[in-house]
């Protein structure tokens, strides 16, 4: 198994999926396989990579820090699920979005697109305004539709209700999952480093290390490397943390996180997350044809996380090429982290490759 899932990694940088990628993999005991191949950049005198290194998690942003940081708000009773968006947030007004809540954005049924039309806004009063004032696509809760849109409003409204920025909720959240969860067996010295790999913002040290990303042609910083930089050009705008994207993190980092949801989701108490909580938000929607849970999302054979995995499965993917999925069922958690985003394949190219790494460790 380890053998093919290496071989899928290898043969992606090969063909130019990525440049440069590192995994780790493990059970609730801890990691038990990790790699790391390629290099930085796709320049032949590129720095190899390293299980060290750093990458823009992208869209992992949405459940490391805003779903379980809303976990937070909620264990400490200061954000209700079923509380109207319209409380939060004065611009959200009119028939159509009355009756959105909360649940309806960790779910992306609220009605909103992925991204807003037009130039990108700056700063967040420019931000929640535009969103706000944003057509709904659909009528709430007849249908999902992922939206970047809805966990941005998400990450305010957790600053909002936790009383500090998004990143200072993150790190203390961080620091007592850490300290709380049992510790895992080490896999070459990079459990101990997790805690602090996982970041919004990355020390000067660090983001010389960062696997680079490319910006978008629409992106106002087109035309040179982001290193340590995050590659979303909203939570750019945003200063680099946002509820939808602006983390980064090491495939060690990610898997300790990783590691301690497992935990939780097979009902143990000692890994820093409520087993009760971590459990309701992985109930799947109701919402017809939906595979989404609250911020994550459950497995499907067709999906980013293979064939393989049992039927309680959930992960989520990064737009640069990361990827975090977890099996309660079979007691695992599957870490893949690349640098797509910079000059490599297409989304679909991505999508192939997540699929043929899971299923290249499948435990059936």
Not at 5 to 33: F, H, K, L, M, Y
Request: a neutral charge.
């Amino acid at each position: 198994m380890i053998e093919a899932a290496q071989n899928v990694i290898d043969d992606a940088i090969r063909r130019r999926v990525c440049p440069a990628a590192t995994a780790e993999v493990g059970t609730s005991a801890g990691p038990t396989w990790s790699c790391a191949a390629g290099a930085l950049t796709f320049d032949p005198e590129a720095v190899r990579a390293d299980i060290s290194t750093p990458f823009d998690l992208a869209s992992l942003t949405k459940v490391i820090a805003t779903t379980t940081l809303v976990m937070d708000l909620l264990a400490a009773r200061r954000l209700c699920l079923d509380e109207l968006v319209a409380d939060g947030f004065d611009g959200w007004r009119g028939r159509e979005r009355a009756s959105v809540t909360v649940r309806d954005l960790l779910e992306h049924a609220a009605g909103l697109p992925a991204r807003l039309d037009g130039e990108t806004p700056e700063g967040r009063e420019a931000f929640e305004r535009a969103i706000c004032a944003t057509r709904l696509e659909y009528a709430p809760r007849t249908r999902s539709t992922y939206s970047d849109l809805g966990f941005i409003l998400l990450g305010f409204l957790v600053a909002d209700r936790g009383g500090a920025s998004l990143a200072e909720q993150f790190d203390a959240m961080t620091a007592r999952i850490f300290g709380a969860a049992p510790p895992a067996a080490d896999l070459d010295g990079a459990a101990a480093s997790a805690p602090r790999d996982l970041a919004f913002a990355l020390s000067a040290e660090a983001r010389r290390r960062a696997a680079p990303t490319q910006p978008l042609g629409d992106d106002a910083r087109c035309g040179r490397a982001l290193s340590g930089e995050v590659h979303d050009s909203y939570a750019a705008a945003l200063g680099g943390a946002a509820g939808h994207a602006g983390l980064f993190g090491t495939a060690p980092s990610v898997g300790a996180f990783g590691r301690a949801v497992l935990r939780a989701a097979r009902g143990d108490r000692s890994g820093g997350f409520s087993p009760d909580l971590v459990t309701a938000f992985l109930r799947k929607s109701a919402v017809p044809g939906s595979s989404r849970a609250m911020g994550w999302d459950t497995m499907l054979p067709t999906s980013s996380c293979g064939a393989r995995m049992s039927t309680s499965a959930f992960g989520h993917t990064g737009f640069t090429g990361t990827s975090l999925w977890i099996d309660p069922e079979r007691d695992r958690y599957f870490v893949l982290l690349t640098n797509r985003a910079c000059g490599g394949g297409t989304l679909d190219d991505m999508r192939a490759v997540r699929r043929a790494f899971h299923d290249a460790l499948g435990v059936r």
